[in-house]
């Protein structure tokens, strides 16, 4: 069966995250539904680099899955852009070898986040977090620091997220301001439920005085998911780029 890689971006706002969910409408649903289409009607399953939540987007997700009958490239990209939702739009087909999977080949990904300081802006409710305040920018990009390298993410890490190994290494982060909008970015091996969205809420948290620069480096020594740390919402999270 040949096996096919999808690069895909979607909007976020009015799906209940990737996974398929009985009922609810999903990233992971409604590709499969095309895919299943294009296969002949056989039911085929789609695996993608990981799991976004609801309202969290893509710029450039990951995907794989196996037809029944070899399709050239182009016609399955047209083909899944023609039965696949304004909400989601497949950027590239490729042939991939059956060792290839989205998500056990992958080694590094790359998330963003964006924060809007300034004006409330409602027709970007759905891609910035409006904090409509000012942040002290410098104490952040010195506390981001902190979470580079190699460490046991337990703090940072949603309670649901059941997998034992909680360790990653986080490559490289930074922070950019381009007028009101804030970007905050982290590379790593991988990332866990909610661990962007708890990392980007402890540095909001320092930017605007209610935490210290060292809370970061003492909330991860912890290892404890019961430290209190505000998850920032999730309108503001892309999946940018995954690597291979």
Sequence with gaps: MPRYKITFSYDGSNFHGYQVQPKLRTIQGELEKAVSYLNRQVETSVQSSGRTDGGVHALAQVAHFDLSIEIPEYKIKEGLNTLLPNDIHIIKVEKASDQ?????????????????????????????????????????????????????????????????????????????????????????????????????????????????????????????????????????????????
Excluded: C
Excluded at 165 to 193: C, E, H, P, W
Excluded at 202 to 219: A, Y
């Design 100 to 244: 290839f999977h989205a998500r056990f080949s992958s080694k590094k990904k790359e998330y963003i986040y964006k924060i809007n300081l300034g004006e409330y802006n409602p027709t970007m409710r759905n891609y910035e977090y409006q904090y409509g305040r000012e942040l002290d920018i410098l104490k952040m990009m010195e506390a981001i620091h902190f979470f580079e390298g190699t460490h046991d993410f337990t703090s940072f890490v949603s309670s649901e997220d059941m997998r034992e190994d909680k360790i990653r290494t986080i490559y490289k982060s930074s922070i950019k301001r381009n007028k009101d909008i804030l970007v905050i970015s982290f590379q790593a091996d991988g990332f866990m439920k909610y661990q962007v969205r708890n990392m980007v809420g402890i540095l909001i948290e320092i930017g605007n005085g209610k935490k210290e620069v060292s809370d970061v480096e003492r909330i991860l020594n912890l290892r404890n998911r019961k430290t209190s740390i505000k998850i920032a919402p999730a309108e503001g999270l892309y999946l940018k780029k995954v690597w291979y």
